[in-house]
């Protein structure tokens, strides 16, 4: 099984950055919550962190974990380690890997086509900004 981080960026109005796979690369044109593997030797905050900075040059504070997901696709399963980190004001991103990204509010993530593996981490972060 594959281990992969995503990160859930949440902005001081509650918008959540999202971010959308090169058309070239597996799950091609679908919204996701950026991140990546973690590699050999590393934890889970170790692996988010530098996928981030990779692909995003962010520098990421205090983050906290949030439910995981277990998610087969075709080309294998995978565990999805997502974290939740929030920002004082909506960072300055640089798109190294993805084609595209935005902040949406969670009334409109159903305007976006997600990676089947990210669905379930939207009715959660949903329920975790209800409450803010």
Do not use: N, Q
Request: net charge negative; proline share 7%; hydrophobic share 45%.
């Amino acid at each position: 099984m594959l281990i992969v981080t995503c990160l859930i960026l949440v902005a001081p109005d509650s918008c959540v950055f999202a971010t959308r796979r090169p058309l070239h690369k597996s799950l091609g044109g679908f919204w996701e919550f950026p991140g990546g593997k973690v590699e050999a030797g590393e934890s889970p905050e170790e692996a988010i962190r530098r996928e981030i900075r990779e692909e995003l040059h962010l520098e990421l504070g205090l983050l906290e974990a949030l439910t995981p997901v277990e998610h087969k696709y075709d080309f294998g399963r995978i565990r999805l380690l997502p974290f939740l980190a929030r920002c004082r004001s909506r960072p300055a991103v640089h798109l190294v890997e993805h084609i595209d990204a935005r902040w949406i509010a969670t009334a409109d993530f159903a305007t976006l086509e997600w990676a089947p593996a990210d669905v379930p981490i939207l009715g959660e972060i949903a329920v975790i900004l209800r409450g803010v």
